[in-house]
Structures are given as C-alpha cells and as structure tokens.
C-alpha cells in the first residue's frame, strides 16, 4: 500500500504514514509496528471523512473449513496445541471482497483466536475473528470481529464453531453459507497499522477493528475452546506512537 493511500485510509498525516510503512525506513530507523494493540476508544481520533467500508460478500457461499496446524507432521503434532494454530476458512477467488477508498480487497480466509487478541479499553473478550483481504498489489487489510455469547444462534459463527475439527481430522463443509450476514450492520471502525498476529509478523497489516460485536450461542464458544484450552492468541503489543483513528459508519 502506497504512503498517500495508508493516508487517505487512515486519516493520518503524510509524515505519520511514512513511519507506518516499515519499508520506507532504514533498518536502524525501524519502529516495531506489531498487533494486535489495546485500543484506548477515548485517544481514538474521531474521523467520519475517513472511506467508508463497502462489504461485497455473497448470501450462498460453499465453505470448507479446517482446522490450521502448524505441527502435524511432527510426532505428537495431532495432539498439541500452539498459539500459532486455529480454525480457518479459505474463500474461493474472487468469491468475496470489501472497497475501502474505490480500491478492493478480496477476502482471502476467516478464522479465530480466543480469547480476543485486540482489545477495547482494556477489556478482553472470549472470542475474535479476523476476515483477511488482499489488495491488487498483495497489500493486507485485516476486519476484526469481537464475538462474545447472548446471541440467539443461526449465525454464520455459530455453524462454523459448532462444527470445529479435531486437528488432523478432515475438512468440515458448509453449503450455502451467508458469509453477507458474517458482519454487523454498523461498521464502524478503529483503524490503525500493524502486522499479522502470527509468524512471520508481517507489517504492514491495514486493521479496521469493528465497534460493534457478534453474539454467539456459549455451546458454541465452548467448543472452540475446547479444541484452545490454553487459547490462541498473540499477547498485546506497544502502540510505539502510531494514531489510532475511529471512522463512525452506522446502518
């Protein structure tokens, strides 16, 4: 992603973005810009200019699910747990996209990490999920979704969790999946630039965070966490003076 539209995205100035793109800096110069980060809603800056999010994803989408090992060709690997593994979705090419800016990111996979790797004001939730886009150029854009219980099930996070894998174990498939209901109707974000969350730690990653969280059925939750007793998700790491900005975009 070029520094003038990390700008346009993000709402910061100029001189801000050229020291989120890593790659523009001297190794010596470099400023670790990782993920996921605390986000603090009262520091965020207020920006409803900002692009707004335009979700193209289909109501009938085939989906085959697995879960992600990172050690099951290794002896024990089926039956140990790292927080570099956890449930994901690929999306079928061209299948599912968003527009940020007129410029389109096509979803590449789902998946999920409890507890909640980002937080708000502190507060950790049991569960997140991050829908991973690429742009024209390879460039990441990641949404992130809060889920935490009280909903009233049927949602797409609910036959998805409630049909988790055993590691090793063979794909689980979902015909006819509304993936266009996956998101909340408002989709409001906080925005900011990091990285993945797991290895090798990519930056630069565009983060738009949503607000506004799912409600999922605690049957649902529980098993997922029971594949992730010990949890799969990256520990918080420092903001390191990057802008955290709120683009309100409510339904």
Known sequence: MSVS??????????AAAV?????????SAQVAHQSPIDIQTFQAVSNPALPALHVHYPTALDLSVRYESKDGGQPGGCETRTSEETVLSEIPAGAAWVTVGGVRYDLANFHFHTRS???LNGHQFPLEQHFVHLGPNGEKLVIALFITTGGPGGTLQDKVL???PEECDEDVHLAKANLAAALPRDLSTYRYQ???TTDPYTEPVSWLVLKHHRGILPVSLAHF?????????RPIQPLNGRTVTYRPQHH
């Open 5 to 14: 539209r990390r700008a346009v995205l993000f709402g910061v100035p100029a």
């Open 19 to 27: 020291v989120a793109a890593p790659g523009l800096l001297s190794a």
């Open 117 to 119: 790797e980002h937080r």
């Open 162 to 164: 409630a049909t988790v």
């Open 194 to 196: 990091g990285s993945l």
């Open 225 to 233: 966490q029971s594949r992730f007793p010990n949890g799969d998700s």
